[in-house]
């Protein structure tokens, strides 16, 4: 919250040794921990909400992804694990783990909220509500805004490129049976409208000249 970070993209600052390559469509960035990027399509850092696995399979793109960004709106701990932990969270953690635990609601009533505003546009909405129901049920809510107008111009349109408008909503119901035993459950939604990522072209300064031996081969091979 001091940071402040709002998803992985933001964790990836503050923990060293773990990147986040925004690839180019939005919710296509692959992690990376100590340099072992993903190949064959498949994340080799697995990431974990509540101990569940929303790692996933690059179909359209050579690199894993993920199957939702989870936004940082109601998170109590982030845990970056490095190193081979596929014995422990399965085949996506084979070079590392971001394990990311949610907020339980709270043995008493109260509340959070929070706005804040920076360049290029930027706005974040927070608020938080959590207590008990009964001696033995708990419920959170949790909802997020974040507004951006993107960091890059378009030199042709002259309009901003890389914003978007992100929120979401999550709730909490945990339930102490007995002092060993409890139940809980969380459901949480989150909708973003983004622009297209900002791409340019870079012209090359320099020409290389390919070895003549190399086209004789290569025409030798295809006519054989």
Known sequence: ????????????????????????????????IRGLVPTRFQE????????????????ALPYGSMLSNPY??????????????????????????????T?????????NI????????????????????????????????HTSDGFFDNRITDNDVGGGDIWGLGGTLKWQATESFSLRARVAYSEEELDQRAQAYVSPNASVDVPAQSLTKTADALSG
Request: aromatic share 6%.
């Open 1 to 32: 919250d001091q940071l402040p970070v709002l998803d992985i993209t933001n964790l990836a600052d503050y923990a060293p040794s773990l990147i986040s390559d925004m690839g180019p469509a939005n919710g296509s960035n692959r992690l990376t």
């Open 44 to 59: 080799n850092v697995g990431v974990y909400v509540d101990g569940i696995d929303i790692s996933n399979q690059g179909v």
């Open 103 to 111: 907020k339980n609601p709270g043995d008493e009533f109260g509340g």
């Open 114 to 145: 929070s706005i804040g505003a920076g360049d290029f546009g930027r706005t974040v909405a927070k608020v938080s509500l959590s207590g008990p129901v009964t001696n033995s049920l708990g419920v959170g809510l949790n909802g997020v805004y």
């Open 72 to 101: 940082f709106f109601d998170v109590e701990s982030v845990e970056v694990k490095k190193g081979p932990h596929s014995a422990m969270y399965g085949r996506n953690a084979s070079a590392g783990a971001v394990l990311i635990t």
